[in-house]
C-alpha cells in the first residue's frame, strides 16, 4: 500500500490540503519518526493483510501506548475476501473520504503503511 500512502500523504495531503505530513513505512517507523510520537499528533495507519501487517500493528500499538492519535484504516475491514493486490485500489475510496470530510484544515498527519 506504499504507493497509496504515498498519493494520499504527498499529492492529497500536503499539495491539495496544505497539511503537514510525511508518509513512513511501518518497517522505518522505529529508525526516528517515533520520536515525534506525542499527544495531538495523529498518525494514520494503513493495515494491510499482507506480511506487513505485523510490523504495521506494531508501530500501530507504540502510537496508542504513547498517548498519539491513531486513526487505522484496515484493509480486512473492506476486503470482501479481495486479493492483497486489491488494497491501494480499494483503499482508495475510504482515504479519499477522509481526506475531503475530516481534513479539511492544516493539521500534523504522519501516514503509516
Do not use: C, N
Amino acid at each position: 500500500m506504499v504507493p497509496l500512502a504515498y498519493k494520499e500523504g504527498v499529492i492529497t495531503g500536503m499539495e491539495f490540503l496544505w497539511s503537514h505530513g510525511a508518509v513512513i513505512q511501518a518497517g522505518e517507523f522505529r529508525h526516528g519518526p517515533l520520536e515525534i510520537v506525542e499527544s495531538g499528533v495523529p498518525f494514520l495507519f494503513l493495515v494491510p493483510t499482507d506480511s506487513s501487517r505485523v510490523i504495521t500493528q506494531r508501530a500501530l500499538k507504540f502510537v496508542e501506548k504513547w498517548k498519539g492519535t491513531a486513526i487505522v484504516l484496515d484493509y480486512a475491514d473492506f476486503a470482501m475476501g479481495l486479493h492483497d493486490d486489491l488494497a491501494p485500489f480499494v483503499m482508495f475510496v475510504p482515504l479519499e473520504w477522509l481526506s475531503l470530510i475530516h481534513i479539511s484544515e492544516p493539521t500534523r498527519l504522519q501516514l503509516i503503511s
